[in-house]
């Protein structure tokens, strides 16, 4: 008769797999894949819904009580403000094209420029205006890099238009100068704005759309991996032009005379 003790050990029982984690981290997964799909559709909604309710609220005061539409019906309709204007601004331009128009609106511009602190903000929104819808100027459809804030450190700017007279003549050195608009991240609207000489910026094969995505995103979304090795190749020739004359200059300055 044999005793326990003699008993060949047996094996622990095989615990069940641990299912928890990975069915926590599909579901995680998942989660991740909706937010991305659903959240640009959402963001893009509601910036939308934010505009058209705007303009509603722009131009509903213009429109009389009986031409609107939550008169005739139990509910308002979203953008027939939008819709309004839209013709609005339509009709203004056809107006304007002709002599009666453009008579009437150099009798406005006369008259606002008689208005000492409107006469400036006039002239500055109407050339803002006139370079950004004429689709003729080239300001901000270039990217460039520019050496800031430190030697070594490269940023995105989109390039303006050149200096005029009266400030090129003020700029230091002979150099042709150009401005620059540096955006910050993450809200590209904010940055800084200054003139740099040409041969201090490097451009870039980007439009305006990839670098406003690329600050956005704080360097997350890349325009693309060939363009990121073009970047990093004018990056590197830019380095090593800056220590060619970083030590062409210290070469050409006289050694301290020796005192006996």
């Known amino acids: 008769m044999t005793s326990r003790d003699d008993l060949p050990p047996t094996e622990p029982a095989a ?13 995680r997964n998942y989660f991740l894949t909706g937010l991305i799909v659903a959240g640009p559709v959402a963001i893009t909604l509601y910036l939308t819904w934010w505009f058209v309710t705007w303009v509603d609220g722009l131009v509903r005061p213009f429109v009389p009580f009986a031409y609107r539409p939550e008169t005739y019906l139990p509910f308002g309709v979203p953008g027939s403000g939008l819709i309004v ?18 008579t009437l609106v150099d009798i406005g511009e006369r008259f606002l420029g008689r208005i000492p602190a409107v006469r400036a903000i006039y002239r500055a929104m109407k050339q803002v205006f006139e ?32 200096p005029s007279a009266d400030v090129a003549s003020s700029l230091p050195g002979k150099e ?3 401005s620059v608009f540096l955006p910050c991240s993450p809200n590209p609207t904010t940055g800084f704005f200054f ?22 995103s704080a360097g997350v979304v890349q325009p693309g991996a060939d363009q ?10 830019a380095n090593a032009a800056r220590i060619a004359n970083a030590g ?13």
Do not use: C
Request: net charge neutral; glycine share 8%.
């Open 248 to 260: 062409s200059a210290s070469a050409l300055q006289p050694e301290p005379a020796k005192v006996d």
């Open 15 to 27: 615990l069940p797999p641990a299912t928890h984690t990975g069915v926590m981290g599909r579901l």
């Open 85 to 102: 204007a839209v013709v609005a601004l339509t009709l203004l331009g056809f107006l304007t094209a002709n002599l009666i128009g453009r």
């Open 176 to 178: 042709d100068h150009i």
């Open 131 to 162: 370079t950004l819808f004429s689709g003729q100027g080239s300001s901000f459809r270039r990217v460039g890099l520019v050496e800031f804030p430190s030697p070594g450190m490269w940023s995105i700017v989109l390039i303006s238009q050149p």
């Open 228 to 237: 990121q090795k073009k970047v990093a190749a004018l990056t590197g020739m």
């Open 195 to 216: 003139y740099v000489p040409k041969s201090k910026i490097i451009e870039v094969d980007m439009t305006a759309e990839e670098a406003a995505t690329l600050i956005m």
